[in-house]
Nanobody, 124 residues
Framework: QVQLVESGGGLVQAGGSLRLSCTAS????????MGWYRQAPGKQRELVAT???????NYADSVKGRFTISRDNAKNTVYLQMNSLKPEDTDVYYC??????????????????WGQGTQVTVSS
């Protein structure tokens, strides 16, 4: 099993910045892609940004040029630097990790894991 713990959410005025962090722990053999998603009440969860283990990134069009995703593989941590925040960025942000873990009886297992979510609120 893998646990993802997020931090860094909060309340900020439009135009401001926040930095989200997400650290993975558990019987981790390897983490492939990591990413951030967001979800508003009553809406589907949507991709914000992803990053592969060798640093290739992908962004939603709505955040390109404002958000930057990065990761520290040694710390199993992914970051999301959010600048020039807009009220429409208000959502719960979720961390995701595609992880390979060691099984107790041998072998490995691969699946995606989610964090508990952190609220980001941007006031106008």
């Amino acid at each position: 099993q893998v646990q993802l713990v997020e931090s860094g959410g909060g309340l900020v005025q439009a135009g401001g910045s926040l930095r989200l962090s997400c650290t993975a722990s558990g019987n981790i053999v390897r983490i492939n892609a990591m990413g951030w998603y967001r979800q508003a009440p009553g809406k589907q969860r949507e991709l914000v940004a992803t990053i592969t283990s060798d640093g290739n990134t992908n962004y939603a069009d709505s955040v390109k040029g404002r958000f930057t995703i990065s990761r520290d593989n040694a710390k199993n941590t992914v970051y999301l630097q959010m600048n020039s925040l807009k009220p429409e960025d208000t959502d719960v942000y979720y961390c995701n990790a595609d992880a390979v873990t060691a099984r107790a009886l041998g072998g490995m297992s691969a699946r995606g894991y989610w964090g508990q979510g952190t609220q980001v609120t941007v006031s106008s």
